[in-house]
């Protein structure tokens, strides 16, 4: 499987010393929040409805729903009807409640290939839905000690079907730490009971570690830009270690700034391992597909006075016909706290890319910090 740029995306300053002496390190940064475009249609999910199980709740809502698909417009009326459709489901069980939707917030950043994917959740807010015990089995018995914490995080807290992604994503987590790159985390949901005003369930969580892996090889290409370099000196295991996360996962994320430098807005880092299940070895390559160099066609700046606008565009630091540098955003980020005509200002930017010709334009649109009314996806 391909990584997408996108994955490796990190807002960053760092100093270039051509690496062929080496490469610098990234310090991450907060960034301004880049411009999306919101869906009319979206998936919907569910949070607590811990009666039925996701399939379901979905075949019943299906009933009652004339056409209803597996996505819904992101208008007021379709969701209000989800609303009352799984409020009358409820309500046959003899269960008065409240029910509220939660849209995606934010769309277009990189996300876990295995977490659940933008929609609209429905969950009910009361009675109050508690995680009580969590149990947990752990193939082979030893590793029990280093996953343990990492399913009692949420005991006594409001139960979410997210929480058991989060709760697996943890576990996989410690397990890859460990060489265990096969290991898997099945997670049942018991029988929901009543306490007092509010209801509580328990999950029973069964890991299955899997073999525990070893490195038979690591290599990477640099990329045209690179050429011939060696680049092993970054690499922080050799051949027989237990791999850990991902050991190249640093050097990926530093030559995708690198490029992302010089004007690669397009580029890609191949960096996945290959596992030999037969003899629970892996072997890693790292690939840079560098894609197009774009240029700067045009810069759009929106809700500023012409003097903050020419401001604007002074630090920004990049011109007409420049390389396109993801890197000139987050350091305009970091100027404006000390530009008095950009006081209390931050921005969205979107920069739209035309592949045809390898240029962007560019749009920043300028908000008064605390007044998010001025800027909208929808």
């Not at 570690?209 to 690591?218: D, F, K, N, R, W």
């Not at 191949?270 to 072997?283: C, G, K, W």
């Not at 980020?333 to 930017?349: A, C, M, T």
Request: charged fraction near 25%; glycine fraction near 8%; include cysteine.
């Amino acid at each position: 499987m391909r990584s997408r740029s996108s994955f490796f995306r990190r807002s960053a300053t760092f100093t270039l010393l051509g690496l062929v002496l080496g490469i610098a390190a990234i310090c991450n940064a907060q960034t301004a929040k880049p411009v999306s475009s919101y869906p009319a249609r979206l998936p919907y999910s569910f949070g607590n409805f811990v009666w039925w199980s996701d399939g379901d709740l979905r075949t019943l809502l299906k009933k009652r729903i004339p056409g209803l698909g597996d996505q819904i417009p992101t208008t007021e009326a379709p969701i209000d009807r989800m609303r009352d459709a799984l409020r009358a489901l409820v309500k046959e069980n003899g269960i008065t409640a409240d029910i509220y939707s939660q849209e995606p917030s934010y769309f277009g950043s990189a996300r876990d290939p295995e977490a659940p994917e933008p929609s609209i959740q429905f969950s009910i807010i009361r009675p109050e839905i508690l995680l009580s015990k969590v149990t947990l089995k752990v193939q082979p018995d030893d590793l029990t000690s280093l996953i343990h914490s990492q399913v009692l995080w949420g005991e006594g807290k409001p139960y979410s079907a997210f929480g058991e992604w989060i709760t697996r994503s943890r576990i996989k987590e410690v397990l890859r730490q460990y060489g265990y790159l096969d290991g898997q985390a099945q997670i049942v949901r018991l029988q929901p009971f009543r306490e007092g005003d509010h209801f509580q369930v328990g999950l029973a969580v069964t890991v299955i570690a899997g073999p525990q892996y070893h490195v038979s090889s690591l290599t990477a290409d640099g990329g045209p830009l690179l050429a011939g370099r060696d680049l092993s000196r970054f690499f922080n295991l050799k051949q027989g270690d237990i791999p850990g996360r991902d050991p190249l996962a640093g050097l990926a994320s530093e030559l995708f700034a690198f490029y992302q430098h010089h004007g690669y807005a397009d580029v890609e880092i191949e960096n996945d391992p290959v596992l030999d299940r037969d003899h629970a070895l892996v072997s890693y390559h790292l690939r840079v597909i560098p894609g197009a160099v774009y240029h700067l066609r045009s810069i759009t700046v929106e809700k500023l006075t012409a003097e903050q606008e020419s401001k604007a565009r002074e630090l920004l630091g990049m011109s007409i016909g420049d390389l396109y540098v993801d890197e000139a955003i987050t350091n305009l980020y970091h100027k404006i706290p000390d530009e008095p005509l950009l006081k209390g200002y931050s921005f969205s930017f979107g920069p739209k890319k035309d592949k045809t010709a390898n240029v962007i334009d560019l749009s920043l649109i300028f908000y008064k910090e605390g007044d998010q009314s001025s800027v909208t996806i929808k």
